[in-house]
């Protein structure tokens, strides 16, 4: 199954084994992380696994989670480098699950391993093979729905729901889905809520989660053989919104054959 498929079938996964994941394997996800395609590519990042069969790691942190494995995010602080995050992560914990693994991001949590020099460890995934169901029903995901996420100015093709539905099922912090969008034939102005997370270390998961959103956008425009082209628009950055921000214009195309 491909990552497409994997959004509609990936759920957080809090219950682990503790059976090893083969040291391909582990090889093979940081390879993934390492070839993705990302929101800013001068941003310089680096994904590091920290094993923890014996339960031997001090993790700490308000969502820790017990696991045999953690993926590690480093990154260097720039512009961007919240969204950039989740947008690569995202892409590699479908890639996960399609390899049988179950895995959970954990807000506010830190692994005590040392990092790469000049950058941050931005968030930690729990990872490893599951206790409990790896795959969910994507009818029972607790989402809001499209008509109350969307403003439609103009009518949306078969595609474009297509989409819009896969953007739906981007996980967030605390599930708060911090985005908004307004939807044309041939592009999407999207946009996150600010009152949805008021403390500081929310609004870094918000950015994060911002960015997961947008690789469910990216992903699914493939599936549907879209170019799409993620671009801040500078007219739209300077407009003032009541009870959010502008985050980026998704500007979609057909490919033609």
Known sequence: MNLYQMIFKRRSIRKFKKDQVPEQLLKDILYFGDNIPR???????????????????????????????????????????????GYVLEHVLL???????????????????????????VIVVAFGYPKTLLYRDPATAKRLPLKELCVFKEEAGESMKNILKAVRLAPSAMNTQPWRFIVYHDKIYVFSCREFLPSSSLVSMREISAGIMLSHLTIAAEEMWINVKLEAEEAMEKKSYKSGAYVTTAFLKEYKC
Not at 49 to 57: A, K, V
């Open 95 to 121: 890639y996960m699950t399609g390899k049988g693994l179950g895995t959970c991001y954990l807000g506010s949590t830190k692994v005590p391993v040392p990092g790469p020099a000049g950058m941050k460890q």
């Open 39 to 85: 929101l800013h590519g001068d941003i310089q990042i680096k994904l590091e696994i920290s094993e923890n069969m014996e339960e031997h790691l001090p993790v700490k942190g308000l969502w820790k989670v017990e696991a045999p494995y953690y993926l590690v995010f480093y990154s260097e602080e720039k512009e961007g480098y919240l969204t950039n995050a």
